[in-house]
């Protein structure tokens, strides 16, 4: 049980969150958070439902979700930064001050050694191969088709 929760749940939870990790340290949100990791803790354990989330969190030797979002972007953070994709633009918050949405995740930074995060050092490129051919025959043209030792036949039900 706990593999499902830290190979899918947990993914989807911090997905992308060097975008949203301001709204981690609203109260209202985090406890959201917490409370998904305490129920896959009760469910991992077997654990009463009152039992509380950092015992449980403790006996199933797992990383508190705040701690783990703030993780998560880091190290996207880092990547960004290792490849020169990290750009930070102005904008204007509630109370008309002039901020950035990447001075929170540049906090989050502070205080963390390069050298001891493993970073991932592959940048994206698009890369499109158009080295193939798609026919589609009108419906009086189906016959089997002539085909040679390099063809490769895909058939579909056309979903």
Request: proline share 6%; aromatic share 6%.
């Amino acid at each position: 049980m706990k593999w499902i929760y830290t190979a899918l749940v947990r993914p989807t939870l911090t997905y992308a969150a060097m975008t949203w990790i301001n709204g981690l340290y609203k109260q209202q949100n985090l406890a959201k958070l917490k409370s998904v990791q305490r129920l896959a803790n009760i469910l991992i354990t077997g654990a009463l439902p009152s039992s509380p989330g950092d015992p449980l969190n403790m006996i199933t030797n797992t990383i508190p979700i705040d701690l783990c979002i703030e993780e998560e972007a880091a190290l996207g953070i880092l990547r960004l930064k290792s490849n020169n994709q990290w750009i930070k633009e102005p904008m204007i918050n509630q109370k008309g001050h002039l901020t950035t949405h990447t001075k929170l995740c540049d906090k989050i930074l502070r205080g963390v050694s390069f050298a001891e995060l493993e970073q991932d050092q592959q940048t994206s490129t698009l890369n499109i191969d158009t080295s193939f051919a798609t026919e589609i025959p009108v419906p009086t043209e189906y016959r089997e088709p002539e085909t040679n030792e390099d063809t490769i036949m895909c058939y579909t039900d056309g979903s």
